[in-house]
């Protein structure tokens, strides 16, 4: 910790074992061993991606036993369990974990094409137990939700007779479900883990290669030397620096432990209140699973599921985003003016010159992935030419701290196969889920049903949507959050007409804010336990600053041109893109001002709905809807002005 005169800074490492979420601190000769099988596993991911033809098969399988088994040494059993070394029951998952993978790695032709796929006993007990222990891990690296969810839907696999109503169907046998969830690429060893075990890694390393050459401080000083002179710049700074980070984490609580560090102290030293610090910090982090180009890697599996490009899905994340980190700095700057706050003193701020100087070829990698995916290459070549480009940049720095070392390697290695544990896990274990899914066809169902009961009224369609991937996604990280609701949520949607892209960005970002809507928002929680602050006050504040985003997902399924796709009957252009901009810019404000409850001063209640009014009319696809809109905004605005110079006037006189 440093101290730099008006606030400290936090260095993320400081708070390695939150960001952790639970993993172990492993000391001496166990350090090590973890440490080696990181290596091993980030190497393994680098030779199949790279330098190596082997099958998908063979590849996914060794890939998710290396996986099984940093998991086991790296998340203790119980939070009582000893965190620096391993236990018992340590070695017998991890041999459990190799056995199962392994005696399948040895056999898949065997049983495929010596016995046509027709498993014996044998194969069905090695599945169980891969089965088994794939839960466990789940369960000590991303938490109860998804074995639990895993669970039920094997049960609802096996026990379909016994369900009422549209969920009933003729069930399926032991066997059978095991033989699709275990020998075949339907189940755990399907799209998802192959998404995992290629781009998601590749772009996990690319993280940590930035992180060691120390791109994760540039973002922050850059933020810094951008926002932080302006009014309430700190909490500016938060957005800016989050949004850049939380990209490549892919975790809103990750992103909130390490950025949030920096920058909530930094707020509360300009008199913001805590869990108004907290409740940005939480807001702008969760904002990070859905900021282009990678989204947390969901973006890899969004393309995978549609049938498009990558490029597609981070071309229509540009605006969204946008859109929600404009409503983010809008509401900090309301609460700035609100509480006549100031930004931080010159002297405090870096020279933005002067860090671009030491470290901006350090931004030179990103312009590299982003450009080498816009030119049409593969994002796994695009991730090989980021890590290749961060460490060339890093020689090129003026800073001799950022040049990647053999050690810096060694360090990228070890961290990228510890950020790979919690989403590939997650990639694994959903595998299930979207086998039964797809097995009972309760998807195709559920999205009929839902679409007949609402009588296919859209916006009553999107309500039940929201609410089901809100809940559905609690305390998931953003790909398996996305998975969950893909394969349940989603379909309802394109049965109702929304564009299949805009359908799967709608519950794709509500399963996202699911991080900052209670009861169950661990990433407002997590800023309130560095803001000291109260957690539920702060969820709900979270909520509060965040609300605008809440309405972009129906903007985008109303009106697809925000995700840069044609409605029907409609062509893309400059105009028309910039048209939607510029309306929802300003309807996002209008509605900051509605629910900040403050313009150039407090809003009386009929300024409030006037600008709530104008705010959702502006918000609305259409042309009449957006002059009717800037109609009524402008004449709350003219009205407010008049009232406050009225005020001060009367005010100067006496």
């Not at 000893?82 to 005696?103: P, R």
């Not at 009224?457 to 893909?486: E, H, N, R």
Request: charged share 10%; hydrophobic share 55%.
């Amino acid at each position: 910790m440093t101290n730099t005169g008006e606030y400290q800074v936090i260095k993320p490492t400081d708070l390695d074992k939150e960001a952790g979420g639970g993993m172990r601190t492993l000391t001496g000769s166990y350090k090590v061993v973890a440490g080696t099988i990181a290596v091993l596993f980030s190497s393994f991911a680098i030779y199949t991606n790279g330098l190596s033809n082997i099958q998908e098969i063979y590849r996914n399988l060794i890939f998710l036993a290396i996986l099984l088994v940093l998991t086991f040494f790296l998340y203790p059993a119980r939070k009582s369990s000893n965190s620096q070394k391993f236990a018992l029951i340590d070695y017998v998952f991890v041999a459990l974990s190799i056995a199962g993978l392994g005696y399948l790695l040895l056999n898949y032709t065997t049983i495929h094409v010596d016995r046509g796929s027709q498993p014996i006993l044998i194969d069905y007990i090695f599945g169980a137990i891969t089965i088994i222990v794939l839960l466990e891990a789940a369960r000590r690296a991303v938490g109860l939700f998804i074995p639990i969810l895993c669970g039920s839907a094997i049960v609802y696999a096996l026990f379909g007779t016994y369900f009422p109503w549209i969920f009933g169907h003729a069930g399926f046998s032991l066997d059978r479900l095991l033989y699709r969830l275990y020998m075949t690429t339907e189940g755990v060893l399907g799209l998802t883990l192959s998404t995992a075990s290629t781009f998601i890694v590749m772009f996990v390393l690319f993280g940590a290669f930035l992180s060691v050459s120390g791109a994760t401080q540039l973002f922050n000083d850059l933020a810094l030397a951008i926002a932080g002179r302006k009014r309430g710049g700190p909490a500016q700074v938060a957005v800016i620096s989050s949004a850049l980070t939380g990209s490549l984490s892919g975790s809103a609580v990750a992103n909130v432990a390490t950025t949030g560090a920096f920058t909530i102290p930094l707020m509360k030293s300009i008199g913001l209140k805590p869990k108004f610090a907290a409740a940005v910090e939480a807001a702008a982090s969760t904002g990070g699973m859905i900021m282009p180009p990678i989204m947390g890697a969901a973006a890899f599996i969004m393309a995978g599921f549609l049938g498009i490009s990558y490029t597609t899905v981070i071309l229509a994340a540009i605006i969204p985003s946008f859109l929600y980190y404009m409503a983010l700095i809008f509401a900090i700057d309301i609460e700035a003016k609100k509480l006549g706050l100031k930004g931080i003193s010159k002297e405090n701020i870096p020279n933005v010159f002067q860090i671009l100087k030491d470290r901006g070829v350090l931004l030179i990698p990103i312009i590299v992935v982003i450009g080498t995916l816009l030119v049409g290459k593969t994002a796994l070549f695009a991730g090989f030419a980021g890590i290749g480009s961060v460490i060339v940049a890093s020689w090129l720095t003026r800073d001799k701290s950022s040049r990647i070392t053999f050690s810096k390697v060694i360090q990228a290695f070890i961290e990228g196969g510890k950020g790979t544990i919690q989403v590939g896990v997650a990639c694994a274990a959903i595998g299930i889920i979207i086998c039964v899914v797809t097995m009972t066809g309760i998807g195709s169902t559920l999205a009929f049903n839902i679409v007949e009961m609402t009588g296919g009224t859209l916006w009553l369609i999107l309500v039940v949507v929201m609410l089901t991937c809100i809940v559905l996604s609690m305390g998931l990280p953003s790909t398996a959050l996305y998975i969950v609701v893909a394969v349940t949520a989603a379909p309802a949607l394109i049965e109702a007409g929304v564009n299949p892209i805009a359908a799967h960005f709608f519950v794709f970002w509500f399963g996202a804010l699911s991080n900052i809507t209670p009861p169950v928002a661990l990433a407002s929680y997590t800023a309130a336990g560095l803001a000291g602050a109260n957690a539920m006050q702060t969820s709900w504040e979270a909520l509060r600053i965040s609300l605008p985003g809440f309405i972009i997902p129906f903007m985008i399924a109303y009106n697809p041109i925000i995700l840069l796709q044609p409605g029907d009957g409609e062509t893309l252009s400059i105009l028309s893109i910039a048209l939607v901009v510029i309306t929802c810019t300003a309807g996002i404000y209008a509605l900051a001002c509605a629910l900040g409850n403050y313009l150039n001063g407090k809003l009386t209640i009929v300024e409030r709905i006037l600008f709530f009014a104008g705010a959702i009319l502006l918000i609305k696809p259409g042309m009449l809807t957006d002059i009717a809109g800037l109609i009524i905004c402008s004449a709350a605005v003219l009205f407010h002005l008049a009232r406050v110079k009225r005020r001060e006037s009367m005010e100067l006189s006496i």
